[in-house]
Antibody, heavy 119, light 108 residues
Framework: QVQLQESGPRLVKPSQTLSLTCSVS??????????WSWIRQPAGRGLEWIGR???????NYNPSLTSRVTILVDTSKNEFSLILTSVTAADTAVYYCAREFFGEFADYWGQGTLVTVSS | DIQMTQSPSSLSASVGDRVTITCRASQTISNYLNWYQQRPGKVPKLLIYSASTLQSGVPSRFSGSGSGTDFTLTISSLQPEDFGTYYC??????????FGGGTRVDIK
């Protein structure tokens, strides 16, 4: 059973950088069948796909965030990470990491971590 | 960009009711349509992929149909654990994934 777990600071100051890591257990992040993605959800609102990374390091991003987001993979540690720069209060949300099957749907999700942007 | 519109945005139903949720794409997406359930305070859970394929472990009272631009999620007999918010998501317009706005299912 694949498990994903987010970690990182829960409070980030405006204009600074949000960094989260997702640790994957119960399966290899190097599998060719899967991509590894970040999805966020502001309180009381819907889901927003942020982007994904393949084990090769190839990435895809939401066009609305592409100028501020980087997703990296570390296959030696079986983890991937999210970097979001120049954050504002609008970036306050629960951030989920997830496994995507062939980039089509997310079949395993982490528990989510609430990140608050506030001074 | 492909927009996904769900209707209704919310509904109230009783245990045992048949519930239908609609998702419409702004352009054709073939059958690249997936459904998720999110119970209050919980993680989204994949219910159906490729418009009509039930994810392993999901009860058979859930079903999906449609292709092109119009899709439906049906719960044949609503159970207490089915209350929450349901999201559709398209994967036709790769590389981006797009979610619908959600349909909240409440207890009547």
């Amino acid at each position: 059973q694949v498990q994903l777990q987010e970690s990182g600071p829960r409070l980030v100051k405006p204009s600074q950088t949000l960094s989260l890591t997702c640790s994957v257990s119960g399966g290899s992040i190097s599998s060719d069948s899967y991509y590894w993605s970040w999805i966020r959800q502001p309180a009381g609102r819907g889901l927003e796909w942020i982007g994904r990374v393949a084990a090769s390091g190839i990435t895809n991003y939401n066009p609305s965030l592409t100028s501020r987001v980087t997703i990296l993979v570390d296959t030696s540690k079986n983890e991937f990470s999210l970097i979001l720069t120049s954050v504002t209060a609008a970036d306050t949300a629960v951030y989920y990491c997830a496994r995507e099957f062939f980039g089509e749907f997310a079949d395993y999700w982490g528990q989510g971590t609430l990140v608050t942007v506030s001074s | 960009d492909i927009q996904m519109t769900q209707s209704p945005s919310s509904l109230s139903a009783s245990v045992g009711d048949r519930v239908t949720i609609t998702c419409r794409a702004s352009q054709t997406i073939s059958n690249y349509l997936n459904w998720y359930q999110q119970r209050p305070g919980k993680v989204p859970k994949l219910l159906i992929y490729s418009a009509s394929t039930l994810q392993s472990g999901v009860p058979s009272r859930f079903s999906g149909s449609g292709s092109g631009t119009d899709f439906t999620l049906t719960i044949s007999s609503l159970q207490p654990e089915d209350f929450g918010t349901y999201y559709c998501q398209q994967s036709y317009n790769t590389p981006s994934l797009t979610f619908g706005g959600g349909t909240r299912v409440d207890i009547k």
